[in-house]
């Protein structure tokens, strides 16, 4: 073996040695590295109590409701198998919709309520123009219509 | 015919080759850029979401690419330098180092335009803003300490390892919005799922992507000569008669 050889061994041994220490390190602090906790990991406790945190899912369809003051909003934060209320109040961002992404940051109440104290959209990655999407929609409202017998029944929705 | 490709190993031979080269990728890079551009903001469609204000990813998508590309290129370079004590490789790996922090900077900047509309937030703590931040702080002490060290040998050596090390974030930074939750959406082009854009938003992205790259090269080629004329302490060498006494030395 040649000594320049063996230095790439070295290097190649030494990448080696710290991938695998990172990805153990990572793998340790994997609850410290998400950014939100879905409505699942805070009905099954894992979400810290008594302190702030955050929660991220989708914008329950039709849960959206404004109180009088038009400040203050209400809605249902799902990730189709658990659902947390949440209230909030203040401005959402712009792309803040029903059935789009969503984090809120606050505090669950006693009575099961998390209460924000700050709201920001998820936005997906999808990009295209309006025509496209106003396509895609229709095909999928004409689409829901045969495919329901294909949905997972009820029950077993809510037992996951 | 062959070119004995490995003469261009040593700087004196490497000098007026990149010297030539330059000119070709800039005026490309830039023509590319000119296109890429009209094309980012004049042909490509409105999004369905966001309006007007996803045309920052023409230039956020692929600073994001190029910096973590570049990291990449330049750990490569120190990796060669340090096993092949090659003096050359070690001044590629300087000369990438400000190029790929101006794009990790750019990447940064743009998110953040881009994410007060989007998000309602210029900035939040999650996994992938937060190791391209560290991208940034890794180019930067690559840098810092190579001006900290006075021999260029152990300054080389030295900066070397540190990219070498430091590259193992270039992969969290890629994965991090799979491994994690994060509030940064997932990739939108990727090898394995392909592209989830409008044919023209992807064709604009791509085209800013080469030119980006391209820019890179004649940046980076221009700053490695620079490198061999201070390092060697020798006058700014007059192109043509490097070139003659190749000529010379072929025939």
Known sequence: MKPRHKRFAFIGLGLLVLGVATVLILNAFQSNLVFFFTPTQVAGGEAPHGRSFRIGGMVEDGSLVRENDGLTVHFIVTDTAKRVPVTYKGILPDLFKEGKGAVAQGQLGVDGTFVASEVLAKHDENYMPPEAADALAKAKASGAQQSKSLVVPDGRKGSL | ?251
């Not at chain 2, 790929?100 to 509309?117: D, E």
């Not at chain 2, 030119?211 to 060697?232: G, K, P």
């Open chain 2, 1 to 251: 015919m062959s070119v004995n490709w490995s003469k261009y190993s040593a700087p004196q031979a490497f000098y007026p080759l990149a010297g030539r080269l330059i000119p070709w990728f800039a005026v490309v890079a830039v023509a590319l850029m000119g296109v890429g551009l009209y094309m980012g903001f004049f042909v490509a469609p409105t999004d369905f979401q966001q309006g007007e204000s996803y045309r920052i990813i023409f230039v956020h998508v692929p600073a994001a690419w190029m910096s973590m590309f570049l990291y990449v290129v330049m750990a490569v370079w120190a990796g060669i330098g340090l096993g092949l004590n090659a003096r050359l490789s070690f001044m590629m790996a300087q000369a990438i180092a400000p190029t790929g922090a101006m794009f990790t900077f750019l990447a940064l900047l743009t998110g953040a335009m881009w994410g007060k509309p989007t998000w309602g937030a210029w900035w939040v703590w999650d996994a992938r803003l937060t190791s391209e931040l560290i991208l940034l702080f890794q180019y930067a002490g690559v840098m810092l300490l190579r001006t900290s060290i006075d021999d260029l040998r152990r300054a080389d050596r030295s900066s070397a390892v540190f990219a070498l090390v430091g590259v193992v974030n270039v992969p969290i930074i890629y994965y991090s919005v799979q491994w994690w939750n994060t509030l940064h959406q997932g990739a939108s082009v990727s090898m394995s799922t392909g592209s989830k854009m409008a044919a023209t938003m992807l064709m604009a992205m791509l085209i800013m992507t080469i030119a980006f790259w391209l820019y890179s090269i004649a940046v980076i080629l221009a700053r490695v000569r620079c490198i061999v004329v201070e390092r060697d302490s020798l006058p700014v060498w007059d192109e043509r008669s490097a070139v003659s006494q190749e000529v010379v030395e072929v025939r």
